[in-house]
């Protein structure tokens, strides 16, 4: 059994990879941290503390994330996901308020790893993790039309519906300076990666665009206008402390310590994707714990993993975690030495680096994906989308974890009364049959629905055993129903095997099965003809499969 804490950095040090690495891991860490400090800035400033406060997570955090965690590339730091519930906690309870949760949230990250309860964390369905995304998406947009535009609102109401009221009641107002450099944002960092993937787009833009409103002397709101001079402080504080009202935080703790660790976890499966490796899930919550428990008492924001700049890290040829350690040292020293330039930065050029965020954020294939599953994935989906963006994301979370559970209680009720026939020894007959398979043939047999909390084990036992076999059927005759869940593991487990030179053959798929199959394009990915409804067809067409180079 997997040690509970096993950070990857002490295990790399004594097998020689961190020595082997290291030029790429610096090289990789330069670059991360580059792409970190705009990104930092930014998300402290939509969060609404100042933007040293964002720097100071990614410094901290990002160091405790990389030094304790259970990933070999996890970069951490503030993320656009906790932008609207800082937001909301310090508008309800202030800054200590929310020191206090985010403390309290890394005690129970501490607690989820000491639990092993990261693996339970596959249990919350794809469609309710696409929609709080895509909600939260749809609230980091809407709190940047302000700065975008240049718009002076006092009293901006709290609510989406009430926000946007406002927003289109002040269209006489807009600062059409704002509007040019924040569509000037937008270009520059969509388009960046075109010209050079050097360096980050978001960096480029406010690398251009900062000096270029100082010197022709453009009207635009800056840091500085807003926060004062920036300054680097590492003096640690503790916030006031009323022990009796510690209870009014566990709400928002909550909500904090659950997206935290389903966000580091999504980046760090995103990670072992990029670069072949396997996280330590519950050593990856406890580092994420560690890191939010310290971060606060410098001044810091919640922290979790951050899957953009986590790529950015696996793509730039970071394999350890040596390159988050440089990532941190790199926006240290840049604070330290550049920090003065920061309150020159226009906050419309912020809110186009967010507004490019939110659209990264949206996930609108997968949403749109979702759509086109069973109806009870898109009434996930589309609950969870709407209570994060009209009511709360806690309520959302809360909600859709509940109405997650209770439409699979149905749906398993719905299908328990179905009882598949035996069959008696048809399977000892078919492989006598066929008794000179050729060891280069596999055959694995799914029981049971594919859906959110059996597709992992189902996916990983498939992807195991496939890679053994040139040809691997998949026999799916007692499989009842298939949802978002399991036909996205499914799909990524058959990519798979197909990179690795294994073909797939599915067998017994039912009608309601495979329509939706057919629905999301699995049949293509397979090869329609390789859809059978019977298992001797199956074989056959396995054995034709065999023979082909």
Not at 189 to 214: E, H, Q
Not at 220 to 226: E, K, N, V
Not at 414 to 428: L, R, T
Not at 512 to 520: A, T
Request: net charge positive; with cysteine; proline share 5%.
């Amino acid at each position: 059994m997997e040690k509970i804490f096993s950070p990857k950095l002490f295990e790399l040090l004594r097998n020689g990879s961190v020595k082997r690495n290291f030029p790429r891991d610096l090289l990789s860490g330069i670059v991360v941290g580059i792409v970190a400090l705009p990104l930092a800035i930014a998300f402290a400033v939509a969060s609404g503390v100042s933007p040293e406060k964002g720097v100071m997570t990614a410094i901290i955090a990002g160091f405790i994330i990389s030094f304790l965690g259970g990933s070999r590339v996890q970069i951490g730091g503030p993320t656009g996901a906790f932008i609207v519930i800082v937001l909301g906690v310090i508008g309800e309870y202030g800054i200590d308020g929310m020191i206090i949760a985010t403390i309290m949230a890394g005690f129970m990250l501490v607690g989820f790893g000491l639990l092993r309860l990261g693996s339970f964390l596959k249990f919350i369905p794809h469609p309710l993790i696409v929609g709080f995304t895509s909600g939260i998406a749809v609230v980091i947009f809407s709190t940047q039309i302000v700065n975008a535009f240049g718009l002076e609102i006092e009293n901006l109401p709290g609510g989406f519906i009430a926000k946007w009221a406002a927003y289109f009641s002040r269209l006489d107002a807009i600062s059409w300076p704002a509007a040019a450099i924040t569509l000037l944002t937008v270009l520059i960092v969509v388009y960046m990666p075109r010209v050079t993937r050097k360096i980050p787009g978001s960096f480029a833009a406010i690398l251009l665009i900062t000096p270029l409103v100082a010197l022709l002397d453009i009207p635009a709101t800056t840091i500085g206008a807003l926060y004062g001079d920036v300054s680097c402080s590492f003096s640690p504080s503790l916030p006031l402390v009323e022990w009796g009202e510690l209870g009014r935080y566990v709400q928002p703790a909550f909500t904090i310590a659950i997206l935290g660790a389903i966000e580091s976890l999504l980046s760090a499966v995103v990670a072992d994707g990029m670069i072949s490796s396997h996280h330590r899930s519950n050593t990856e919550l406890i580092a994420q714990g560690a890191a939010n428990i310290v971060a606060p008492l410098f001044g810091g924001i919640p922290a979790t993993g951050a899957i953009a700049r986590t790529a950015t890290n696996a793509k730039s040829g970071g394999r350890t975690p040596v390159a988050g350690l440089i990532h941190a040292a790199v926006l240290l020293l840049i604070m330290l030495f550049f920090v003065r330039w920061v309150s020159y930065i226009p906050m419309s050029c912020l809110a186009g680096i967010l507004i490019v965020v939110s659209y990264n954020m949206s996930e609108w294939r997968s949403f749109r994906s979702v759509l086109r599953a069973s109806y009870f994935d898109v009434v996930i989906l589309l609950v969870t989308f709407f209570l994060t963006v009209l009511v709360d994301l806690t309520v959302a979370i809360e909600i859709g974890v509940v109405l997650a559970a209770l439409l699979f209680m149905k749906r398993m009720a719905d299908n328990a009364p179905k009882v598949i026939p035996a069959q008696g020894n048809v399977d000892q007959d078919i492989l006598t049959m066929y008794k000179n398979i050729p060891p280069t043939i596999g055959v694995y047999e799914i029981s049971g629905p594919f859906f959110f909390g059996s597709a992992k084990t189902y996916s990983e036992t498939i992807r195991t055993m496939g890679v053994r076999y040139k040809v691997l059927i998949i026999r799916m005759r007692h499989v009842p129903f298939i949802d978002a869940t399991g036909i996205k593991n499914l799909r990524e487990t058959i990519l798979q095997l197909q990179q690795a030179g294994t073909r797939v053959v599915l067998s017994g798929v039912n009608d309601d099965v495979r329509k939706d199959l057919v629905k999301n394009g699995v049949d293509k990915l397979v090869g329609p003809e390789r859809v059978y409804p019977k298992f001797e067809l199956a074989l056959l067409g396995a054995l034709n499969l065999e023979q082909q180079p």
